[in-house]
């Protein structure tokens, strides 16, 4: 009954759009111990914006060669650039460049990786948000078909580099082609797997995906409430089931899986064995709840920063000493 009526105060705080992606049931806690090791920073003292800044719907976040918090807004400017102590650094990007931004990598070159779901294209670009590379058809959804010369995506949510450099686009939001993507270092076309469906290799939503130093791909279903594993060549390894939604993932050289739960609203600790060591967090609009937990990243210090789509707000949790 609480997470029922959790539910329905952050239904009222939601667009129609939003809502057609929730899931038609109650919301779900892991079962799980508090995460002992973190807790919530005051969500108005974490980040200080500029003034007269208005709240965007802050699509994603990721840490930049810097140490820098980068955040990809829904909203203008496009991305948000704050320093280690939460002082603003820059805003950057060109306005207009997406029509709903999603994913955000920043990879070892800091070059910025970014999806957007409507528009379906993936883009790499420089550290000023340049772009140097587009992947797909800008506008265009559908099936990418090298025999017929169609290169095509269909709602890319989130983009990973493997230790070669190989490209791997998690894609379909609710559409009809769900699935993972590989491209070369220079975007030419290498294999692609999944469909839509509920088994083994399919997806409802290939929501996010991580690559760890091994080359294991990992991709979070997030509606199938699961990671799916696979080799380089697309090959299912393992999968691990989870009790709520897995919405984003951050591979941390901590040897742990850090992971949050969308609408379920948690920041959770996962072992390389799919273990829930410990979650925290709620469905809500108080310090350390989400409408959404829809992205995250930790920073060189492990605090967490994690991006709420439906509350347009940055939830820091801090690393206990």
């Avoid at 791997?168 to 975007?187: I, T």
């Avoid at 690559?211 to 393992?238: F, K, P, S, W």
Wanted: with cysteine; hydrophobic share 40%; proline share 4%.
């Amino acid at each position: 009954m609480k997470n029922i009526v959790l539910a329905c105060l952050v239904l009222l705080l939601i667009s129609p759009a939003a809502f057609a992606q929730r899931p038609i049931r109650p919301l779900l806690p892991l079962r799980a111990y508090t995460l002992q090791d973190y807790q919530p920073v005051d969500f108005a003292e974490a980040l200080v914006f500029p003034d007269g800044m208005e709240m965007a719907s802050f699509a994603g976040v990721a840490m930049n060669a810097r140490g820098n918090l980068v955040i990809l807004s829904r909203g203008t400017p496009t991305f948000l650039e704050f320093d280690s102590n939460g002082q603003f650094v820059r805003s950057f990007g060109e306005d207009g460049l997406f029509a709903r931004s999603h994913g955000l990598h920043i990879d070892r070159d800091n070059n910025i990786w970014t999806t957007d779901v409507r528009d379906h294209v993936v883009m790499k670009l420089d550290a000023d948000g340049n772009v140097l590379m587009t992947l797909g058809t800008k506008g265009t959804a559908g099936e990418w078909n090298e025999a017929t010369g169609a290169h095509l995506l269909s709602e890319p949510n989130d983009v990973a580099l493997d230790s070669q450099g190989n490209i791997y686009v998690a894609q379909g939001h609710g559409g009809e082609f769900p699935r993972v993507l590989k491209f070369d270092p220079n975007g030419q076309f290498i294999t692609q797997w999944g469909s839509r469906g509920y088994g083994p290799n399919e997806f409802v939503a290939a929501h996010a995906i991580e690559i760890d130093a091994d080359d294991v791909v990992y991709v979070a279903d997030r509606e199938n409430m699961r990671v799916q594993r696979y080799d380089t060549e697309g090959h299912l390894l393992r999968e691990w089931k989870f009790d709520a939604m897995v919405c984003a993932m951050y591979l941390h050289d901590d040897g742990y899986l850090y992971i949050t739960t969308g609408f379920d609203g948690e920041l959770a600790k996962v072992d390389m064995e799919g273990n829930v060591l410990g979650a925290i967090g709620s469905p809500g609009t108080g310090n350390g709840q989400f409408g959404e937990a829809h992205a995250l990243t930790l920073d060189r210090d492990d605090n967490v920063y994690i991006s709420d789509v439906i509350l347009r707000r940055i939830q820091k949790f801090e690393k206990r000493q």
